[in-house]
């Protein structure tokens, strides 16, 4: 029912939760390292290409490729 | 308790994130007694300090900042080894002290949660107590404490708020109990571990560490598997694969296991212990951002950020360089007078002045430009700097990583080179490197500044705003930076293919840089180039030195000495009063004073004359005459071809060999009239042709942009590479475009002024 985009669809203002990390295991591990993982809660602070995310406790900057990538299930504006 | 236990040192290790103020408490626990030393075969620098509590000395090491303990590269493997005791390293630290920001705790403690299985004491630091309270969280250090099991400290390391506490926590913590396995993997992943460290330590002197042994069972593709010397053989490496079989099969695949059970722990662990209101406030580094990491107004401000940094830097450096050469100049002149003439003066003042004074000479520069990066790195503006520069970067194929260490080889490719190492893809940071060299350096900059006043005609444009001069040493910037690019997509096409790689980076909150890390940061990268780069250079100039000075047959000299006897004799008559005449009026005064003038003048002369044909003589100058015919498509002359290999080592050589090519003598710099002058004069041998006219200058000047003469930059590679290909295939590359470059600027200058 809610659909699955991926991160850099995300509008600027928008949040989401993260329902996957998708790519290379050892990029997607280490960007689950990095705080950036399943089932958090993530603010798009800037959208573009990179992106400016802001996850619970840190502002990230990140780029997706065809190698690495974030599904994100965006939240309903009320 | 005395006896000899109480004095032996204790270890302490310092782990955490980046940007947690590691270093900040790190100096504040050390102060100044803190030294850089070496790991054996890896980039790593080992950083250590001292200090003593109670009466008790404590060593503390000062580990890379990192997310995680799963070991990628050779470098994160140091952190590993260091923790657990393992090979080169001493035993394993008594207490580990584990750093955390305690505004950003998930992520910290996922770190942590490594930590605690390593078996030794953990003492955890909750820095930045201050920013948490301000993002309005509230934290229970109590209960952090109950639920870990280790002793909790929080801290506002930057004020040295809470550091007696720190300091003793540490001093209980020696010889404490190590904590209890905080088991936050699910029971089959145990088991799977137990069943491996039983394969692995089959046959083992030393049974592998646990922590090992879980690593090689999560690592998938890691970099234990190719470890040298090697930690797994084929055998174990199937039991390992079995293992991770079995694990997937029971539902937790490595390595995602990993960050589901560590998390799920973590949220335990902080339950109820971190509450965060509801409302986030907009905070002053939110605030900042919004301008400076703005697409359009946050790159405009980047621009001139960057702008300001070089002019400064060519600004601020010049009354030191001006400073730095005339003293070198004094000391060689009292050499030169103290010294017997030979070899030794020689070899003393033309070669190891001269080149201990290249290296000094540009330090200023570097030196301020270490002092700007070290400030917008602390201040955090360097992560932002990297966010705007990714979109361009990505489009050859590169990050927003890759920006810092080029905009440093602007002042020098060794400190560029080396700042590649936080760069975490092999392939980006390659390339990287590979390109680094193309920036036009500070030595670069004395070539293209004695070229351009000497040739470059001084015409203004726009109102006086804009000088011809100015644009074309633009030009010659923006040259290598152009060439860069096309070097980076092509090499991205071919040698080093791949996938643009995707780009993450923390971006941590603004704060103010502490004058006094600055100033220790500038003063060890400052050491560490003169150190390497330095005595390199020196090393190399003196090479050029011997290649220019032997061999050294004295007929050359004597022959040019006899051809002026006669008219040194006539000068020395005119000078000694005939008997019986007393030098009574100023008029016979002056005279005297004018002719012991033009006596000096004509020593000098002949003695400048000897020495440009001591050159010519010499290897180099041999050599210079041997590639004449390759460089006349590009307009030099044999003196120019010798200049310009003396210079293939060091750039900083060209200036001085030249002068003494040109009858100048050694001691010309970049600012001598006399040199531009006597450019502006040479002619080709046996004609009345001058040499240099504006496409000669051109062609030198691309070449110098284009090619690699900096034996310390080719060193720094091959440390930084590992092996002798990559320098050799940076030196190749670099001559071919440089020859192509000079070529080309010559033909089509001949084109328009011809």
Redesign the interface.
Same mark, same amino acid.
């Given at each position: 029912m809610f659909e699955l985009i991926p991160l850099r669809c995300l509008k600027s203002g928008q949040t989401g939760e993260v329902d996957q990390v998708l790519?290379d295991?050892?990029?997607?591990? /280490? %960007?689950?390292?990095?705080?950036?993982?399943?089932g958090i809660t993530i603010e798009m602070?800037?959208s573009?290409?990179?992106c400016?995310i802001r996850?619970?406790?840190?502002?990230?900057?990140?780029?997706?490729? $065809?190698? %690495?990538n974030v599904l994100v299930r965006p939240a309903l504006r009320r | 308790m005395s006896g000899p236990d109480d004095e032996k040192t204790i270890t302490v290790a310092l782990l955490g994130n980046p940007n947690t103020g590691k270093s900040t408490l790190f100096s504040a626990l050390c102060g100044v007694r803190q030294r850089i030393g070496n790991y054996p075969g890896v980039t790593v620098e080992k950083k250590t300090g001292n200090l003593d509590i109670g009466d008790r000395p404590f060593e503390l090491i000062d580990l890379p900042g990192t @997310?995680?303990l !799963?070991p /990628?590269s050779p470098d994160e493997m140091v952190a590993v080894d260091v923790l657990l005791g393992r090979g080169d390293t001493t035993a394993a630290p008594d207490v580990i002290v584990c750093i955390a $920001?305690a505004?950003?705790?998930?992520?910290?403690l @996922?770190l942590v949660s490594q930590t605690l299985e390593l078996g030794r004491p953990v003492v955890l630091a909750l820095n930045k107590m201050d920013l948490a309270n301000e993002d309005g969280l509230a934290l229970n250090a109590e209960l952090l404490r109950e639920r870990l099991r280790i002793p909790v400290v929080p801290l506002q390391a930057h004020r040295g708020i809470g550091l007696e506490e720190l300091k003793d926590e540490l001093q209980k913590a020696v010889g404490a109990a190590s904590p209890s396995a905080s088991a936050p993997f699910p029971e089959v992943f145990n088991e799977q571990v137990a069943w491996l460290a039983r394969e692995a330590n089959r046959g083992r002197q030393t049974p592998l560490p646990r922590y090992l042994v879980e690593r090689l069972l999560l690592d998938?593709? &890691?970099y234990l598997e190719q470890a040298r010397p090697p930690i797994v053989d084929e055998a174990l490496f199937a039991s390992v694969r079995a293992a991770r079989q079995r694990l997937a099969e029971a539902g937790y695949p490595a390595? !995602?296991v990993?960050?589901?059970a560590r @998390?799920d722990w973590v949220a335990r662990v902080l339950e109820g212990a971190v509450i965060r209101s509801d409302q986030r406030r907009m905070t002053f580094?939110d605030r900042l $951002?919004m301008v400076l990491?703005?697409?359009l107004w946050g790159t405009l401000i980047f621009v001139l950020v960057m702008l300001l940094v070089f002019q400064s830097i060519f600004a601020w450096a010049a009354p030191l360089m001006d400073g730095l050469d005339r003293a070198m100049g004094a000391l060689s002149d009292r050499l030169t007078a103290v010294m017997p003439e030979g070899v030794l003066r020689s070899l003393v003042v033309d070669g190891v002045i001269a080149g201990v004074g290249g290296v000094l000479v540009f330090l200023p520069q570097i030196l301020i430009l270490f002092a700007f990066i070290a400030m917008l790195e602390e201040c955090g503006y360097m992560?932002r700097a990297? @966010?705007l520069t $990714? &979109?361009l970067m990505?489009r050859i194929g590169l990050?927003?990583k890759s920006f810092i260490p080029l905009l440093s080889s602007f002042a020098c490719a060794v400190p560029g080179v080396m700042a590649t190492r936080a760069i975490?893809n092999r392939r980006d940071r390659l390339v990287t490197i590979l390109i680094a060299p193309l920036m036009s350096c500070s030595a670069r900059l004395q070539v293209y500044s004695l070229l351009i006043a000497a040739f470059i005609p001084d015409r203004r444009y726009l109102g006086g705003w804009l000088g011809l001069q100015g644009i074309t040493l633009l030009a010659m910037y923006l040259l290598g930076a152009v060439v860069a690019v096309f070097v980076a997509l092509i090499l991205r096409r071919t040698v080093l293919r791949g996938?643009?790689?995707?780009?993450?980076?923390? %971006?941590?909150s603004y704060k103010l840089p502490s004058l006094r890390s600055v100033a220790g940061r500038v003063g060890e990268s400052g050491w560490s180039f003169v150190q390497q780069a330095g005595t390199l250079i020196v090393a190399v100039a003196v090479l050029v030195w011997a290649a220019g000075y032997f061999p050294h047959d004295p007929h050359v000299e004597q022959a040019i000495r006899s051809g002026y006897a006669d008219q040194l004799q006539q000068l020395d008559a005119r000078l000694t009063p005939a008997p019986g005449q007393v030098s009574r009026d100023s008029q016979r005064a002056l005279q005297q004073r004018a002719e012991s003038a033009e006596k000096k003048a004509l020593e000098q002369r002949i003695s400048n004359e000897v020495a440009a044909a001591y050159m010519e003589q010499s290897y180099l100058g041999r050599a210079g005459k041997l590639i004449a015919p390759l460089v006349r498509p590009l307009g030099w002359d044999w003196r120019i071809g010798c200049a310009v290999i003396a210079s293939f080592p060091a750039r900083e050589v060209v200036i001085s060999t030249l002068g003494v090519i040109y009858q100048l003598g050694g001691q010309q710099n970049v600012a001598s009239p006399s040199l531009r002058e006597t450019l502006r004069e040479a002619t080709w041998p046996g004609s009345e042709r001058r040499v240099f006219n504006v496409p000669v200058a051109l062609s030198i000047m691309v070449f110098f942009a284009l090619c690699a003469q900096c034996a310390a930059t080719l060193a720094v590679i091959r440390r930084e590479t590992n092996s002798w290909r990559w320098p050799a295939f940076t030196f190749v590359y670099m001559t071919a475009l440089a020859y192509l470059g000079g070529l080309v600027a010559y033909q089509v200058g001949m084109l328009f002024a011809g």
């Amino acid at each position: 029912m809610f659909e699955l985009i991926p991160l850099r669809c995300l509008k600027s203002g928008q949040t989401g939760e993260v329902d996957q990390v998708l790519g290379d295991p050892q990029q997607v591990h /280490r %960007l689950q390292e990095l705080g950036l993982r399943q089932g958090i809660t993530i603010e798009m602070l800037q959208s573009g290409s990179p992106c400016i995310i802001r996850t619970a406790g840190s502002k990230l900057c990140f780029r997706p490729n $065809d190698a %690495l990538n974030v599904l994100v299930r965006p939240a309903l504006r009320r | 308790m005395s006896g000899p236990d109480d004095e032996k040192t204790i270890t302490v290790a310092l782990l955490g994130n980046p940007n947690t103020g590691k270093s900040t408490l790190f100096s504040a626990l050390c102060g100044v007694r803190q030294r850089i030393g070496n790991y054996p075969g890896v980039t790593v620098e080992k950083k250590t300090g001292n200090l003593d509590i109670g009466d008790r000395p404590f060593e503390l090491i000062d580990l890379p900042g990192t @997310y995680s303990l !799963a070991p /990628r590269s050779p470098d994160e493997m140091v952190a590993v080894d260091v923790l657990l005791g393992r090979g080169d390293t001493t035993a394993a630290p008594d207490v580990i002290v584990c750093i955390a $920001d305690a505004s950003n705790l998930e992520r910290n403690l @996922y770190l942590v949660s490594q930590t605690l299985e390593l078996g030794r004491p953990v003492v955890l630091a909750l820095n930045k107590m201050d920013l948490a309270n301000e993002d309005g969280l509230a934290l229970n250090a109590e209960l952090l404490r109950e639920r870990l099991r280790i002793p909790v400290v929080p801290l506002q390391a930057h004020r040295g708020i809470g550091l007696e506490e720190l300091k003793d926590e540490l001093q209980k913590a020696v010889g404490a109990a190590s904590p209890s396995a905080s088991a936050p993997f699910p029971e089959v992943f145990n088991e799977q571990v137990a069943w491996l460290a039983r394969e692995a330590n089959r046959g083992r002197q030393t049974p592998l560490p646990r922590y090992l042994v879980e690593r090689l069972l999560l690592d998938v593709g &890691g970099y234990l598997e190719q470890a040298r010397p090697p930690i797994v053989d084929e055998a174990l490496f199937a039991s390992v694969r079995a293992a991770r079989q079995r694990l997937a099969e029971a539902g937790y695949p490595a390595p !995602a296991v990993e960050t589901m059970a560590r @998390y799920d722990w973590v949220a335990r662990v902080l339950e109820g212990a971190v509450i965060r209101s509801d409302q986030r406030r907009m905070t002053f580094s939110d605030r900042l $951002d919004m301008v400076l990491a703005h697409k359009l107004w946050g790159t405009l401000i980047f621009v001139l950020v960057m702008l300001l940094v070089f002019q400064s830097i060519f600004a601020w450096a010049a009354p030191l360089m001006d400073g730095l050469d005339r003293a070198m100049g004094a000391l060689s002149d009292r050499l030169t007078a103290v010294m017997p003439e030979g070899v030794l003066r020689s070899l003393v003042v033309d070669g190891v002045i001269a080149g201990v004074g290249g290296v000094l000479v540009f330090l200023p520069q570097i030196l301020i430009l270490f002092a700007f990066i070290a400030m917008l790195e602390e201040c955090g503006y360097m992560a932002r700097a990297a @966010y705007l520069t $990714d &979109g361009l970067m990505s489009r050859i194929g590169l990050s927003g990583k890759s920006f810092i260490p080029l905009l440093s080889s602007f002042a020098c490719a060794v400190p560029g080179v080396m700042a590649t190492r936080a760069i975490e893809n092999r392939r980006d940071r390659l390339v990287t490197i590979l390109i680094a060299p193309l920036m036009s350096c500070s030595a670069r900059l004395q070539v293209y500044s004695l070229l351009i006043a000497a040739f470059i005609p001084d015409r203004r444009y726009l109102g006086g705003w804009l000088g011809l001069q100015g644009i074309t040493l633009l030009a010659m910037y923006l040259l290598g930076a152009v060439v860069a690019v096309f070097v980076a997509l092509i090499l991205r096409r071919t040698v080093l293919r791949g996938e643009t790689p995707s780009f993450v980076m923390e %971006l941590p909150s603004y704060k103010l840089p502490s004058l006094r890390s600055v100033a220790g940061r500038v003063g060890e990268s400052g050491w560490s180039f003169v150190q390497q780069a330095g005595t390199l250079i020196v090393a190399v100039a003196v090479l050029v030195w011997a290649a220019g000075y032997f061999p050294h047959d004295p007929h050359v000299e004597q022959a040019i000495r006899s051809g002026y006897a006669d008219q040194l004799q006539q000068l020395d008559a005119r000078l000694t009063p005939a008997p019986g005449q007393v030098s009574r009026d100023s008029q016979r005064a002056l005279q005297q004073r004018a002719e012991s003038a033009e006596k000096k003048a004509l020593e000098q002369r002949i003695s400048n004359e000897v020495a440009a044909a001591y050159m010519e003589q010499s290897y180099l100058g041999r050599a210079g005459k041997l590639i004449a015919p390759l460089v006349r498509p590009l307009g030099w002359d044999w003196r120019i071809g010798c200049a310009v290999i003396a210079s293939f080592p060091a750039r900083e050589v060209v200036i001085s060999t030249l002068g003494v090519i040109y009858q100048l003598g050694g001691q010309q710099n970049v600012a001598s009239p006399s040199l531009r002058e006597t450019l502006r004069e040479a002619t080709w041998p046996g004609s009345e042709r001058r040499v240099f006219n504006v496409p000669v200058a051109l062609s030198i000047m691309v070449f110098f942009a284009l090619c690699a003469q900096c034996a310390a930059t080719l060193a720094v590679i091959r440390r930084e590479t590992n092996s002798w290909r990559w320098p050799a295939f940076t030196f190749v590359y670099m001559t071919a475009l440089a020859y192509l470059g000079g070529l080309v600027a010559y033909q089509v200058g001949m084109l328009f002024a011809g």
